[in-house]
T-cell receptor
Framework: DAGVTQSPTHLIKTRGQQVTLRCSPKSGHDTVSWYQQALGQGPQFIFQYYEEEERQRGNFPDRFSGHQFPNYSSELNVNALLLGDSALYLC??????????????FGPGTRLTVL | LAKTTQPISMDSYEGQEVNITCSHN???????ITWYQQFPSQGPRFIIQGYKTKVTNEVASLFIPADRKSSTLSLPRVSLSDTAVYYCLVGDEGRGSTLGRLYFGRGTQLTVWP
């Protein structure tokens, strides 16, 4: 049973560029959430996708956008990269059980460095 | 939203039992208590989740008193590989929540010494 997978593992970009990160959820999961983790901090919620729609969003600017595909995989897009966007980006998947979110399981993350 | 308070750091030696206590005075009736473990540059790993009393799995035990205003993660006979950051989360998180968003604090850095 495959767990949550993310690609790429590492990425280096320059300021102003755009980046796309990818996530495949754990088998049987239909909900994907994205988190940003700066060095020395806990993960911060970016947004969550369910049924191909953004269900809720954390305190992140519109430069951060996402998408969920019919197979439940998801992408995180960040435009106009800033130095402060350098972080570990985490994807977590979960299942909706009778309308209630179940335990979230995390992928290994993508380390984004903005120069 | 329930806030959690846990120690910033803890030290232990191999073979000892480690107990990390988390305070969550404003926990709501429907909230579950969830603990994650995170190694550097890796995603958080789910350890254990509970609602009340005691939960045990192959990795840890979770003790929750009747008032549910705190919880204690117990790691039996730790090893060097248990050195990690441990996060306690309650409210709007995972099971028991219709929102399913996780709020992480800074966690507890556990260091196990030989």
């Amino acid at each position: 049973d495959a767990g949550v997978t993310q690609s790429p593992t590492h990425l280096i970009k320059t300021r102003g560029q755009q980046v796309t990160l990818r996530c495949s959820p754990k088998s049987g999961h239909d909900t994907v959430s994205w988190y940003q983790q700066a060095l020395g901090q806990g993960p911060q919620f970016i947004f969550q996708y369910y049924e191909e729609e953004e269900r809720q969003r954390g305190n992140f600017p519109d430069r951060f956008s996402g998408h969920q595909f019919p197979n439940y995989s998801s992408e995180l897009n960040v435009n106009a990269l800033l130095l402060g966007d350098s972080a570990l980006y985490l994807c977590a998947s979960s299942a909706q059980l009778a309308g209630v979110a179940d335990t979230q399981y995390f992928g290994p993350g993508t380390r984004l460095t903005v120069l | 939203l329930a806030k959690t308070t846990q120690p910033i750091s803890m030290d232990s030696y191999e073979g000892q039992e480690v107990n990390i206590t988390c305070s969550h005075n404003n926990i709501a009736t429907n909230d579950y208590i969830t603990w994650y473990q995170q190694f550097p540059s890796q995603g958080p790993r789910f350890i254990i989740q509970g609602y009340k009393t005691k939960v045990t799995n192959e990795v840890a035990s979770l003790f929750i008193p009747a008032d549910r205003k705190s919880s204690t993660l117990s790691l039996p006979r730790v090893s060097l590989s248990d050195t990690a950051v441990y996060y306690c989360l309650v409210g709007d998180e995972g099971r028991g929540s219709t929102l399913g968003r996780l709020y992480f604090g800074r966690g507890t850095q556990l260091t196990v010494w030989p």
